[in-house]
């Protein structure tokens, strides 16, 4: 099967769902193609959703270094997400992970590029303080009364 790219956006961040081989060939330079396209057009920003690809070979991690490459020099990012077990192994051969961002899903993958969305977490021992300390003058106030 051929490699399809279909684009779309998530919050101003290009989404490429990749769905095929990518690897040497035809295959490749589409994706050089689209990139080359998205930048022409201003973006520079991207997210590939890598769920959907049958196969890749070290000819595609090489152009994803390259789109990458691009990406960085015009001020942008590129970052991967639903890398399957099989293509992990190869990116992990490679050490992929170490030029690329890689994150397991789309949410965490668009959130990336907005470092302000920290997920929040529930901090236990923090919700105890501030209610110790809500408590303690009204406590001190029913003190005074008796």
């Known amino acids: 099967m ?71 020099e015009a001020g942008g990012r590129l970052v991967l997400f639903n890398l399957s077990p099989k293509h992990s192994e190869l990116s992990n051969m490679v050490r992929l992970n170490s030029a690329f961002e890689i994150y397991p899903d789309e949410v965490a993958a668009v959130n990336s590029f907005f470092p302000d969305r920290a997920v929040q977490h529930y901090d236990i021992l923090e919700f105890v303080e501030e209610r110790e300390q809500k408590r303690q003058p009204s406590d001190v106030e029913a003190g005074k009364k008796l």
């Open 2 to 72: 051929h490699l399809q790219i279909e684009q779309r956006e998530n919050e101003g961040i290009v989404i490429l769902d990749l769905k095929g081989r990518l690897v040497l060939g035809p295959e490749d330079v589409a994706l050089r193609q689209q990139f080359q396209a998205l930048r022409e057009a201003g973006y520079t920003n991207a997210a590939l959703n890598l769920k959907e690809v049958s196969e890749m070979d070290t000819t595609a991690l090489g152009t994803l270094l390259f789109c990458a490459a691009k990406s960085r």
